[in-house]
């Protein structure tokens, strides 16, 4: 169908738009070379992840079509590498003329060609002393094994004389103890590389044999491995399969500048990989370094202006944080709020309240120091009944949360995994408190990011906290769901995957198919990290075509392509890459008013999250806070500075604006937003003070008067 993109192809879309702020000019050149790193820690993990899936299924699902696109295993894999090819002229670009604007400000990445001698014979002495005693150099050819190379390490590899076939020099770069940026001046700005040093003077590596040429490599394995079912020995086989993944088959080979066609044959071959899968770069391998030269630079014009998270204005510092929610619901809006002084305040009181029972919650992705970990530990050794489920297939987190799972149980905390084939990604927390009379009061928290105080600060997310007993009931039966292996089949408001979120958000959507046909005003929207559930899909189309509104906020996938005459003419499709990764999941079902549903939660309309994941959302019930929602989907609509639109080719331009019209950066107004918020919950408190001040005297002066007159 013209209006269905495929899936591979449209995540490569996004992370061209990722890469396009590299190039931005509105942001600070710091900033872009970051944009650049993380360009390339998204493909890394793709090629990682979905281009080795795609690499099995050509191997053993040849004939397995994608269900959009009807495109083969290999079709898709010979597209992927096309387009990735295409975009590498455009980082390499992005990096050079980066480089080249913070020469002013004494930033240099220096090449061999530009050293003065001194700093020559400096660096032939330090990769002597520094470098060379801590790597070693191996000689391959048929009569020797080639190495393991690891994943996405660099090495060096040079091509040795040989009077029989061919000979190759493998060096390691890096070793615990090196220094990757080698300072070439006191600031460290001026720098050169460890593996170019490495590559210049790997001659040296290798005395008895001509070095007849040279280059950097570094290798992608596939990580496309999984582990199902559950069972006592789970843990175990989570740590086995972290292992087993370090080890997987290779899926690229990235290697520098030019290098002898023989030579690269022979290393191919010995990886198994074909050279299909080769990319040359004439840029560093591995950008990562780029995040530190944030640290050299106090300049502020060269970053984005700081910005803290801020106290949340709907909390009082006054009364515990359970409290205020018994009495109304809160939503929070992360990075523009802050989480350590609302949830992770909750959590932290709830543990040392002896009125508390029980807490219960599902752990996705942690932050490395945890104080979600931390409160729970303590609620575990105060006595309380504390219910963790910790997902241990979270990918590149397995490991951290291993070692989480340990550490809980230890604590005397009750932990538990995901179901047998299902990962649980919902954000959920239930804390049971007694009431007076016998009674319990319950706090609900619903989120759409992880429990994570780092990524809190850099990616937009929303927590919804009610004392709705309701909401409570339902998230009792996602925990007792998740102790049994079984699936929540029936709610009373929250949405749960695998069987109660997709059907209700269909039926939603035919509500207001219902109202189109019959000549009213209707409405759906959506902000979804990515979209390619086709049932969704389809249902959306239907809309469309029976004259429902359809706005959709997709940072990252989107496999519906909008205004696709006869099908998607009502669909917008907005994609927004800024300074924080959009995170959030809104979903809106209905004009503006009390019939209007509005919901949050943790799924994106993917299949992998509607249908084969555990996934919770909740409804915005408030009037107050869906007004908020609306207003923040109003905002994010009206971006014309970090948004993009889908056009009905597939491709995303610029949202366009009009002559003298303002500049809205979304992401920045949400700033502002969280702090007027405060300043205007803090002017209002100061005016409350001063009024009782004024009456308080007031009363004085009338009770002086009285004394008077009775003298």
Partial sequence: MEYLE???????????????????????????????????????????????????????????????????????????????????PMVESAYRANMQALAPYGFEHVGFNDLTDQERTFLELYFKREIKPFISGLVVNDALPFPFLKNKEIYAAVQLASKKGVAIGIIPVHHDQSERMIALDRGGKRFILEEEVVLHFAHLMFKSYKVLDRALIRLTRSAAVMVSGKDTDFRERMEELVQKRRKLAPVRLEISDEFSREALDYICQKLKLKNVRVFTSHIPLDLSYLYAL???????????????????????????????????DILLSFPFESINMSFIRLLQESASDPKVTSIKITLYRLARNSKVIDALC????????????IELRARFDEENNIEWSKHLQQAGV????????????????????????????????????NYNEKTSTIYTDLMLMTADK???????????????????????????????????????????ISIARNGGEAYVAAKVNGLSDKTVINKLVEASQAGVRVELVVRGICCLVPGVEGYTDNITVR????????HSRIFIFGKDGREQKIYIGSADYMS????RRVEVAAPIEDEKLKKRVREMFRVLMNDNVKARVMLSDGSYVHVSRNDGEPLLNSQEFFCDEAEKRLTDKQAKQETMRLNREKRTAGKKTVTKRSTRKKK
Avoid at 304 to 320: I, N
Wanted: cysteine-free; aromatic content about 8%.
């Fill in 6 to 88: 495929n899936r591979e192809l449209s995540w490569l879309k996004f992370n061209k738009r990722v890469l396009e702020e590299a190039s931005a000019p509105e942001t600070p050149l710091l900033e872009r070379l970051s944009f650049s790193a993380i360009y390339q820690s998204n493909l890394d993990e793709f090629f990682m992840v979905r281009v080795g899936s795609l690499s099995d299924s050509a191997k053993n699902h040849k004939d397995r079509k994608d269900s959009k696109t009807g495109m083969t295993p290999s079709q898709q894999l010979d597209a992927v590498f096309t387009a990735v090819r295409r975009m590498q």
């Fill in 294 to 328: 944030q640290e050299l630079s106090a300049d502020q014009k060269l970053h984005y202006a700081a910005r803290q998270p801020k106290k949340p204005a709907a909390l009082s510092d006054t009364k515990s944080v359970f409290s205020q929610v018994k009495a109304k």
């Fill in 378 to 389: 303590t609620a575990a050794e105060n006595g309380k009944e504390v219910l963790v489920m």
């Fill in 414 to 449: 009750k932990v538990i995994y995901g179901p047998k084939d299902y990962k649980a990604h919902s954000k959920l927390l239930l804390i049971t408190r007694k009431a007076p009379g016998g009674n319990f009061d319950y706090v609900t928290q619903i989120g759409t990011g």
């Fill in 470 to 512: 309701e909401i409570a009931a339902d998230a009792e039966a996602v925990f007792d769901s998740l102790l049994s292996g079984t699936f929540v089949e029936h709610t009373n408001k929250l949405l749960v995957s695998p069987l109660a979120l997709r059907p209700q958000v269909l039926e939603m959507i035919d509500e207001q």
């Fill in 575 to 582: 994609s927004i890459v800024g300074r924080f990764l959009e």
């Fill in 608 to 611: 992998r999250n509607t249908i």
